[in-house]
């Protein structure tokens, strides 16, 4: 593509990522792309709420800390170890109100386990008890579908098993360790950095299916926190010092979510996950 035809963001993001670990002012960027340091303020925050840690300093200008992951899954696969959830279908959404709401209406129309919505933005994230979730650029919002042959009485637990799933795929991917706060909160220091949704239906006491929706605060610098947030939230980047790859976390927290349910013998084996929905 002719370098006047590539979007003026793209380039900025070019070359920030060129730069390594030097700050490049907003006036460079200005001078070198034509436009005022007002629309390089403007990419610069479109680029963050693509999931990109750019930081800020007045009079140093910007550095890029870490690249948003390639968008729209095009190597969601490779890497992925799972032999049922993630091995269906896939929904990639730039902007949704909720994945679970995509995933629930996905699930009664007979959709096949494993399935997985995920989305850059979310603007009506929930989570439980109708207490809203703020999605920050940097966070990673996911469902997944799943049919785990289980009784009502078993329901609450579920929370807990989906929290041991991510607290355990963010120490494989070499993160800290989270605490998990009943109900459904994941924290690190005492700080919110992630929490989980499940929504279910059940039909004579047998479960139809189950939607796990996951929220997660990564690759979110401190500055991305409204300032009334910044004293009880935090991300996995604020605590650990380092990025982390948002496409090998999910990849990560699909495996462990697969085999928490299976070593509670509350999941179907591989082989009957589109047995199951249709009988």
């Known amino acids: 593509m002719p370098l006047h035809e590539i979007p003026v963001r793209d380039r900025i993001l070019d070359a920030l990522s060129h730069s390594g670990d030097a700050w490049v002012s907003g006036q460079k960027l200005s001078s070198t792309f034509g436009i005022s340091r007002a629309a390089v303020s403007k990419h610069i925050m479109t680029l963050r709420e693509e999931g990109n840690i750019i930081e800020s300093v007045p009079h140093r200008g910007y550095r890029m800390v870490s690249r948003a992951d390639p968008w729209a899954g095009e190597n969601i696969h490779t890497g992925l170890h799972t032999e049922c959830l993630g091995q269906s279908r896939w929904i990639w959404l730039k902007e949704t109100g909720s994945t679970n709401q995509i995933a629930t209406g996905a699930a009664l129309n007979g959709a096949e386990t494993g399935l997985v919505v995920v989305a850059r933005r979310q603007n009506e994230g929930r989570g439980c008890r109708g207490h809203e979730w703020v999605h920050l650029p940097g966070s990673l ?51 919110k950095v992630g929490g989980i949704l499940v929504e279910s239906m059940f039909y004579n006491d047998a479960m139809q299916w189950m939607v796990a929706g996951i929220g997660l605060n990564v690759n979110v610098p401190l500055m991305a926190f409204p300032q009334e947030l910044r004293k009880t939230a935090s991300s996995l980047y604020v605590g650990s010092g380092r990025p982390f790859s948002i496409t090998g976390l999910m990849q990560a927290i699909l495996e462990e979510l697969e085999t928490v349910f299976r070593e509670r013998t509350m999941c179907a084996p591989p082989h009957d996950c589109l047995h199951r929905q249709n009988r």
């Open 141 to 191: 919002c996911f469902s997944v579908l799943m049919r785990p042959e289980i009784s009502p009485g078993e329901l609450p637990g579920l929370p807990l098993l989906v929290m041991k799933a991510c607290a355990a795929a963010v120490r494989r991917c070499g993160g800290p360790e989270l605490e998990r706060v009943p109900p459904n909160d994941l924290c690190l220091h005492g700080r």
